[in-house]
């Protein structure tokens, strides 16, 4: 059988540089170097490793001309057991054949064992008969033993080169600080950046509560499961319970039936997962959540190395970073929004002062003026002095007022009817909880005013008719629409609800 079925990829290459040189123009492999070693060592013209799996041979080819065609360097018979001199006149089958066909005079060609097993050949090859000998095969018997850990090297290198490459991806472009600190992301945002980063199948980003459940707040991958928000007690789930306790990474496999994990695979994973990685991570000192990846294929299960966690791991504290830092902007939000509505009242509160108190006298003394003129109590050059100065004064106040009140419209429609739905329920000794789900979507000014006007209309309402104590508003936006429900713990209206819907554009 010959070495491969199909010739495999060439990779021919000038000889390395001499030691003590240097040069810019390639980085050689190490497969290239022990070629090039050992053709430095003898009087060969050109080298060659060549692999029985078909992987890329390399043929290096020495500093001096030869008549031998690089090309031909193909199509191995079977590696010789043992090492072999091919020399003109006493080469056996089928290497002398080979050897002939290709005008190659002299050749040693040795094994490359892995252990005990053949995995490829090696072999030094020249156009003048009698250039090699014994010396040469053993000399590349021994550099041939350290092909198979060149290999292995290079193939750890190009996998490390592979998850620097993703972590890479994910920290730098997917996860970027600054992005978050612009515009702080949603768990469906991270969930779909870490699954277009990451070589897995599939990731979910699920967070532990204070009453001991573990929610999933996102999925995202190729073929994530249908999750939804569903949410299951902890202590159902052992591997998660596990990681947050431990606060490392754990592995499950799913290989075979296994009844302790069965519970979590059902609630987790999908039903075709190979592997699944439970990673923690501390979103604040209250909140703690796991990033979840998924693997279906079977090609990748090894590739789950200590490596691979270690970056996995850095990756899902980069996640609790971003959202402890989401979160605090959030706070500075809210308290930011709480300081501009109270400035709202005060503003309000200063219009009606300034209104009431100084236009109601600036508009008496206008009267007195008046009625002064008509009875002819006084000069009119005097009076209509008079009646001009309070005149202005009066136009100055109501302008002041009416400048006062629509400074509030910096905060936002929905804020304003927030401002609106407080001040008309503490009228009727009623408290407003406000909740408002945070988006980046766009909405537009003509919806945001049309469910404004209805939440202005629904508190009206519930401020006149349902004597309540309590009244509960979520904003929030699913699937494309805005959603406001308004509860109350008053009378009327069925069980006290109240849901307005619009699409967002």
Not at 456 to 475: D, H, L, M, Y
Request: with cysteine.
């Amino acid at each position: 059988m010959a070495l491969a079925s199909k010739a495999p990829p060439v990779e021919v290459h000038a000889r390395p540089p001499a030691r003590g040189r240097t040069t810019t123009d390639r980085n050689f492999a190490p497969a290239d170097v022990l070629v090039g070693v050992i053709l430095d060592a003898s009087a060969a013209e050109l080298g060659w490793l060549a692999w029985l799996d078909g992987s890329a041979q390399v043929v290096v080819r020495g500093a001096a001309p030869s008549p031998v065609e690089v090309a031909d360097i193909a199509d191995f018979p079977d590696p010789p057991s043992e090492p072999l001199i091919v020399d003109a006149g006493t080469a056996p089958e089928p290497w002398g054949l080979w050897c002939r066909a290709r005008g190659i005079g002299s050749s040693v060609i040795v094994p490359v064992l892995a252990g005990s097993r053949v995995v490829g050949t090696m072999g030094l090859a020249s156009s003048t008969r009698g250039t090699l000998g014994s010396h040469d095969a053993r000399q590349l018997t021994l550099v041939s033993s350290l092909a198979v850990f060149a290999r292995t090297y290079e193939a750890r290198v190009a996998g490390q080169r592979r998850l620097f490459s993703e972590v890479s991806r994910s920290l730098e472009n997917a996860l970027a600080l600054d992005r978050a600190l612009r515009q702080p992301p949603t768990y469906r945002e991270i969930a779909r950046a870490v699954g277009d980063s990451l070589e897995a199948t599939y990731c979910l980003i699920a967070i532990h509560d204070s009453k001991g459940a573990l929610t999933i707040r996102a999925v995202a991958g190729h073929r994530a499961p249908r999750t939804g928000m569903a949410s299951w007690p902890i202590r159902e789930l052992p591997g998660c319970a596990r990681a947050l306790r431990e606060r490392h990474a754990v592995v499950l496999t799913f290989s075979r039936h296994d009844p302790g994990v069965a519970a979590e695979r059902r609630a987790l994973f999908s039903p075709t997962t190979q592997v699944g990685v439970i990673l923690p991570f501390s979103a604040g000192p209250r909140t703690q959540g796991v990033l979840i990846v998924g693997e279906e294929r079977q090609s990748t299960r090894g590739a789950v190395s200590a490596q691979r966690i270690a970056i996995l791991e850095l990756l899902a504290s980069r996640i609790g970073h971003i959202l402890r830092i989401s979160r605090r902007l959030e706070y500075e939000r809210l308290a930011e929004r709480r300081r501009q509505r109270q400035l709202t009242i005060e503003r309000q509160q200063l219009a009606r002062e300034v209104h009431d108190g100084v236009g109601e006298a600036l508009s008496g003394l206008l009267q007195q003026i008046r009625g002064a003129m008509a009875q002819g109590q006084a000069g009119p050059p005097q009076l209509q002095v008079l009646e001009h100065s309070a005149s202005r004064a009066v136009n100055g106040a109501r302008a002041l007022a009416y400048g006062i009140r629509r400074l509030e419209r910096g905060i936002g429609t929905l804020e304003e009817a927030r401002a609106s739905a407080e001040t008309m329920l503490r009228s009727v000794h009623c408290r407003l909880s406000w909740t408002q789900e945070r988006t980046d979507v766009k909405v537009a000014s003509r919806v945001v005013r049309r469910i404004a006007h209805a939440i202005a209309e629904t508190i009206s309402e519930i401020a006149r008719q349902a004597n309540a104590t309590v009244v509960r508003v979520r904003v929030d936006y699913p699937d494309g629409r805005i959603r406001v429900t308004i509860h109350d713990d008053g009378v009327g209206r069925g069980p006290g609800q109240f849901m307005i819907e619009a699409k967002r554009t």
